[in-house]
């Protein structure tokens, strides 16, 4: 393309203002066209930044502004219906985690793409964290040999310190949300072990509730078993709960040696051999709510773009990993071992 990509965001709340916004700007081959937003003045203060369009209906905006591409960062319950709107507009779509609500939504968003012949994208920035990637050209190498058990974590003080709204946001709507930390942060985690094990989630078994936010329906601490195809057992944990601070580690213990990402601030990768052997391998940092680098997220979308390519993170992957807190809620709800279907 020898012309911009015309971008539109839907949604003008914090996962825009502070990471899809700032990226698109920061891209050479992105102009930001129009912008929409329930909260017209979410919408007109971002517009007035750019030169764009501002609506409060996203379908309008879809109807008067030709877009090439969209960034759909609405609440959960609406990843679907705009997701889809922006596909059967033309547009590419890169939409917020989780990718939809259930699976009967993600498959429409997929078949939406497919018959438009757009791409579609979601937003799971861990694969893209530089910490993650070193980790994952590491278990590559063999250097480790199989991993035999995990324990990956994603936790902070919850949705009130990031949105822009605080405590009267729509992450406690369960309505809007539909599910709290499994979808805000637990979805991450299954995406993130899915791709660095290249492996699928065979079985969940799990404890998902509501223990401290008050006035909500929404989970806010799970802890889940998984237990991957290849045998692996691990577990995977989302709390908004972790008042002292952030906390996005992981630690694979393999037939070789243990694999440990994000837990020292100082020493993003460590490799510990089983001969006694230590390396920090460096790997850049892995953003944080308090600190914000570039998710990449917004590189890749418009490179994917540019260049006619599927992205890493398709739809089809965003249902895999979507599938897989959709069975953790499931195992809550019926206290058994629940099969994720691939």
Not at 316 to 333: D, M, N, P, T, Y
Request: with cysteine.
């Amino acid at each position: 393309m020898t012309e911009p990509i015309r971008v539109a965001v839907i949604g003008c709340g914090a996962i825009a203002v502070r990471r899809h916004i700032p990226e698109y700007a920061d891209n050479p081959n992105v102009r930001l066209v129009a912008f929409a937003d329930p909260r017209l003045e979410r919408a007109e203060e971002q517009a007035a930044r750019f030169g764009a369009r501002a609506f409060h209906d996203y379908r309008t905006m879809l109807a008067e502004v030709e877009v090439d591409a969209v960034s759909v960062c609405t609440p959960n319950h609406l990843h679907a219906d705009a997701s889809i709107a922006a596909a059967n507009a033309g547009a590419h779509v890169l939409v917020e985690k989780p990718m939809a609500t259930n699976e009967q939504e993600a498959l429409a968003m997929i078949k939406a793409a497919e018959d438009n012949g757009v791409l579609l994208m979601v937003g799971h920035n861990q694969r893209l964290m530089p910490p993650h990637v070193r980790a994952k050209e590491v278990l590559e190498s063999g250097r480790l040999g199989r991993v035999l058990s995990f324990r990956t974590s994603f936790g902070h003080p919850g949705p009130e310190g990031w949105s822009l709204d605080g405590r009267d946001s729509w992450f406690f709507r369960k309505d809007e949300a539909v599910m709290g930390a499994m979808g805000d942060l637990g979805v991450h985690k299954a995406d993130l072990i899915r791709w660095l094990l290249g492996d699928e989630v065979a079985d969940v078994a799990a404890f998902v509730g509501t223990l401290h936010k008050e006035n909500t329906a929404v989970d806010d601490n799970a802890t889940c078993i998984l237990r991957m195809k290849s045998g692996a057992i691990g577990t995977l944990v989302a709390s908004w709960t972790y008042y002292r601070g952030e906390d996005n580690s992981t630690i694979l213990w393999c037939e070789n040696g243990v694999l440990k990402i994000g837990t020292d601030p100082d020493r993003q990768v460590i490799l510990e051999l089983r001969d006694g052997a230590s390396e920090n391998i460096e790997a850049g940092a892995i953003s944080t709510n308090e600190r914000q680098l570039p998710s990449f997220v917004i590189e890749q979308f418009v490179d994917c773009i540019l260049n006619n390519k599927k992205p890493l993170i398709s739809g089809e992957e965003g249902l895999r990993s979507l599938k897989v807190i959709l069975a953790a809620f499931e195992s809550q709800e019926t206290g058994k071992v629940v099969a994720v279907e691939t």
